[in-house]
């Protein structure tokens, strides 16, 4: 009997920055965008302490298309997919590694879209966000996901607060 394994991510966390679309050669969209999850715990003088996670969250085909017409920096959201790991040659010739987060599904948490985000129609951030009634809206990729890597091999500029 062979060894089962399992590769599967579920997070909830807010995103760090807006979803960023892009089209592999063969017009494939794929978004990129980035989460924070939080960790918070005592420590051994009782004292609370945080520590927020940063990943990198991709997004193929229809799921994209739905991420990049929902999704705002700010908004916390589920998402569930597998951890996806490529590599590639950077310029001074050493091979650079990307831990990413492939989603297939994904639920907005606490607000009813971009506008709840504070984002306009033209995708402007307003100076203030009507505050939208919690409603889950519910995304989910029927279609098989293509392994195709985006046209940029490089991976995006790092959103990191530090």
Same mark, same amino acid.
């Given at each position: 009997?062979?060894?089962?394994?399992?590769?599967?991510?579920?997070?909830?966390?807010?995103?760090?920055?807006?979803?960023?679309?892009?089209?592999?050669?063969?017009?494939?969209?794929?978004?990129?965008?980035?989460? #924070?999850?939080?960790?918070?715990?005592?420590?051994?003088?009782?004292?609370?302490?945080?520590?927020?996670?940063?990943?990198?969250?991709?997004?193929?085909?229809?799921?994209?298309?739905?991420?990049?017409?929902?999704?705002?920096?700010?908004?916390?959201?589920?998402?569930?997919?597998?951890?996806?790991?490529?590599?590639?040659?950077?310029?001074?010739?050493?091979?650079?590694?990307?831990?990413?987060?492939?989603?297939?599904?994904?639920?907005?948490?606490?607000?009813?879209?971009?506008?709840?985000?504070?984002?306009?129609?033209?995708?402007?951030?307003?100076?203030? #966000?009507?505050?939208?009634?919690?409603?889950?809206?519910?995304?989910?990729? #029927? #279609?098989?996901?293509?392994?195709?890597?985006?046209?940029?091999?490089?991976?995006?500029?790092?959103?990191?607060?530090?």
């Amino acid at each position: 009997m062979a060894a089962r394994s399992l590769n599967k991510v579920m997070l909830i966390g807010n995103l760090t920055r807006d979803p960023e679309m892009r089209y592999t050669n063969s017009g494939t969209p794929v978004v990129t965008f980035g989460m #924070a999850t939080n960790k918070s715990w005592k420590d051994t003088n009782g004292e609370m302490k945080e520590l927020a996670e940063f990943h990198n969250v991709v997004a193929w085909n229809k799921m994209a298309e739905i991420c990049q017409q929902l999704l705002a920096k700010g908004m916390k959201i589920y998402v569930e997919g597998s951890l996806n790991t490529r590599s590639w040659n950077a310029d001074d010739g050493s091979t650079r590694y990307k831990t990413e987060v492939r989603i297939e599904d994904m639920i907005l948490l606490d607000s009813k879209g971009r506008q709840g985000a504070g984002i306009d129609e033209e995708g402007a951030h307003t100076e203030k #966000a009507e505050k939208a009634p919690k409603e889950d809206v519910v995304a989910d990729e #029927a #279609a098989p996901v293509e392994e195709e890597a985006p046209v940029d091999q490089d991976p995006l500029e790092e959103d990191l607060p530090f």
